[in-house]
């Protein structure tokens, strides 16, 4: 891959030397977070989507969840101990963040933001999640994960 594109979230990790695993899906056409994970040929329990937020205090908080499940705004805004929170706009991803939607990453934002990630992800040896660009997943382990951000696991997804 040339070096021109690579995204911040591949820069952050190269310079501080921690291993990952590019993933591209760039020609399959895949939108949602299940797709993506089909097309790439991995479990989408182990495929995780970063969603923004903004708390009723202005804060913004950043969770990752499987792809195939859906945040539970409330299980969410108990976790960082907000009274609720919303999800972001899409149309102010890019200015807080620096990725847009559908490309965001946890890893190389513009400024970090509280993250939890949903407790499954300690069931395997390694999560995908957004590179930074659409197309891109990388796939890392929690413990090489935490080296480059703080994140607390919880249950934030809904029931079924």
Do not use: W
Not at 13 to 18: A, N, P, V, Y
Not at 30 to 42: D, I, M, P, R
Not at 104 to 128: D, V
């Amino acid at each position: 891959m040339a070096k021109d594109t690579k995204t911040n979230a591949m820069r952050k990790l190269d310079s501080m030397k921690i291993k990952y695993k590019e993933h591209y899906y760039t020609d399959s056409g895949a939108v949602s977070g299940v797709e993506v994970a089909q097309a790439l040929g991995e479990n989408p329990e182990q495929v995780f989507k970063t969603l923004v937020t903004e708390g009723k205090t202005g804060n913004h908080y950043v969770f990752l969840v499987p792809v195939a499940e859906e945040l539970d705004l409330k299980k969410a805004a108990a976790v960082v101990g907000e009274k609720s929170v919303a999800m972001l706009k899409s149309k102010e991803l890019l200015g807080l963040t620096g990725y847009i939607h559908g490309g965001c990453s946890p890893i190389g934002m513009k400024k970090f933001f509280r993250t939890t990630i949903h407790t499954t992800a300690q069931n395997y040896e390694t999560i995908l999640c957004s590179g930074g660009k659409i197309g891109f997943q990388i796939e890392l382990s929690l413990s090489d994960l935490a080296k480059v951000i703080k994140f607390e696991l919880a249950d934030i997804i809904k029931d079924h």
